[in-house]
Nanobody
């Protein structure tokens, strides 16, 4: 099983930037993909960005051109660079890993964007 710990959240003004980090420990052999999701109060959890083992990435339309997902070479650290943040980006951000069909989630990190 994979353990995921997110960090880097906080309070930022609109237009600012944050970089989220997800540290992965445990068994990651056979990893399929990792990604970032977010959940705002009253909303369902939604995909923000995902990266797969072949290097492909996909993003929610709402963050394209502003956010960038990346990882280290051994799949132990996942990043989300968030630029030009908007108040509607306010949410708890979760890291997710899929390893051989088994999904693991982190505990989440709060991102708050003030207007």
């Amino acid at each position: 099983q994979v353990q995921l710990v997110e960090s880097g959240g906080g309070l930022v003004q609109a237009g600012g930037s944050l970089r989220l980090t997800c540290a992965a420990s445990g068994a990651i052999v056979g990893i399929n993909n990792m990604g970032w999701y977010r959940q705002a109060p009253g909303n369902e959890r939604e995909l923000v960005a995902q990266i797969t083992t072949d290097g492909s990435t996909n993003y929610a339309d709402s963050v394209k051109g502003r956010f960038a997902i990346s990882r280290d070479s051994v799949w132990r650290t996942l990043y989300l660079q968030m630029n030009r943040l908007k108040p509607e980006d306010t949410a708890v951000y979760y890291c997710k890993a899929n390893v051989r069909g088994f999904t693991s989630w982190g505990q989440g990190t709060q991102v708050t964007v003030s207007s």
